[in-house]
């Protein structure tokens, strides 16, 4: 079959090419056997037989107008650094500025926020009282909060969040542009959205229509690990967007991971089906859990692709799947998260449908875990950097916090280096079995 994945079939070209004799980087020089594979004769560097990222040749640049176009975007440019690069690429565009976040963000966007000198506040997510699910912003609340703060430049959300709920982007957008604000999308864990339905839903057509998006493909597309995209939906030059990126980003990325991104875009063109068909193996599934008095985490709009089911005893589950070789994204708390793919066989769908009607599930005890309020008496870098010491948590009260502290996974911070720790913050962090915190020294 005839492949449009051209930078791809370039790497593959020369990886392949027997008659090259490499005097270049990596010193495996492509004969090294990486578990019993060739895969290293596919890991090169700049040449002018392969490409240059930061300085791309005809087959890169293709490949991102080609990523652009079947994201409906109007610039798409790789990273082999994760989401964690995006986010600290989309952020820098805001050096100096008050960036609204909401509160449920990756420790990334914080990090980027911080190496940026950017004021962060925050709009506060809900929880589902039923399971202790953080919820995704609401719109009423993204909007009270720019009513408030007149001067934000951006609005940094999450969307979808771990457990696979969603937020109104179209709406979010809405607001923002209203405002004359850029709106940023951590779309960490829906690359693949696009490709799951009625493009015209809210669910697909908003999933990139966020002024920057952040994709992280590895997490939901087939790419290796690492592979991400940034998308914008505005006039951006690349050269810009590179010259941001290399303040974070290594200057020898992976051409493995590049390439499989546009081996990633070609696939899900050609294969939308198989997206449906695992969103309609995965409806199936819902159903017959629920139908069996198991609780499935949903919301307005939520990951077709994600079961999260929550129960009282959810870390007994979690370990008695675990031993029998089902091993799911994430148990924390009452969840227990499980991503799909249509890579996942009926073999997939069958051992965890059995294996999870064929367990005791406790129903989960309601349960409120809203984040407490995030009050900075201190900058960001100025708390992580200076002189610190660590405290009890119970002895904490009143004292300044210079490391976060972040529950992994899902990777969020529930202490903000920066931050007064209160009383109320306290108890959230002992809840949170957090028994001893990083503080400024003075």
């Avoid at 692709?305 to 370990?319: G, Q, V």
Wanted: net charge neutral.
């Amino acid at each position: 079959m005839r492949s449009d994945a051209i930078f791809y079939e370039k790497i593959k070209k020369y990886g392949e090419d027997g008659g090259i004799h490499r005097f270049h980087m990596p010193g495996h020089k492509g004969r090294a056997n990486f578990f019993g594979t060739e895969i290293s004769r596919y890991d090169v560097t700049e040449t002018n037989g392969t490409d240059n990222l930061f300085f791309p040749q005809k087959e890169l640049i293709d490949a991102e107008n080609r990523a652009a176009k079947l994201f409906g975007v109007k610039r798409t440019v790789f990273l082999a650094g994760g989401a964690t690069l995006g986010n600290q690429t989309a952020l820098s565009f805001f050096n100096g500025k008050k960036v609204l976040f909401e509160r449920n963000i990756h420790i990334s966007a914080l990090n980027a926020a911080m190496l940026s000198d950017i004021t962060p506040v925050f709009a506060y997510n809900g929880s589902d009282v039923a399971t202790g699910v953080v919820l995704p912003i609401s719109a009423d609340e993204i909007e009270k909060k720019l009513d408030e703060e007149k001067d934000v430049s951006a609005v940094f959300i999450t969307s979808p969040n771990y457990y696979g709920l969603c937020a109104d982007l179209p709406k979010i957008k809405s607001i923002c542009s209203h405002r004359g604000v850029k709106l940023i999308a951590d779309n960490s864990h829906g690359a693949h959205l696009s490709f799951t339905g009625d493009i015209f839903s809210p669910l697909a057509a908003g999933s990139h229509c966020a002024d920057i998006t952040v994709d992280s493909a590895h997490k939901t597309l087939p790419s290796l690990t690492g592979a991400a995209m940034i998308h914008f939906n505005y006039d951006v030059s690349r050269e810009d967007v590179c010259a941001n990126m290399l303040a974070f980003a290594s200057t020898s990325p992976s051409f493995l991971i590049l390439s499989s991104l546009d081996y990633a875009c070609e696939w899900c063109a050609k294969n939308r089906e198989k997206f449906e068909e695992a969103k309609r193996r995965t409806d199936e599934l819902k159903e017959k859990l629920e139908s069996a008095g198991i609780c499935v985490v949903r919301s307005e709009f939520y990951d077709p692709l994600r079961i999260c089911i929550a129960a009282k005893n959810a870390a007994e589950i979690d370990k008695k799947l675990q031993n029998n070789g089902i091993i799911p994204e994430m148990q924390s708390g009452n969840c227990i998260v499980f991503m799909i793919s249509p890579f996942n066989t009926e073999d997939d769908f069958s051992a965890l449908e059995k294996a999870l009607l064929n367990t005791k599930i406790i129903p989960p005890e309601r349960e409120e875990r809203s984040f407490p309020k995030t009050v900075f008496v201190r900058p960001l870098k100025t708390a992580f950097f200076g002189r610190k010491k660590e405290v009890l948590t119970e002895k904490s009260v009143g004292m300044i916090a210079a490391r976060a502290v972040i529950p992994y996974p899902p990777g969020v911070p529930i202490l903000i280096p920066g931050e007064i720790i209160t009383r109320e913050t306290a108890d959230y962090l002992i809840m949170n079995k957090t028994e001893k915190v990083t503080v400024c020294e003075i």
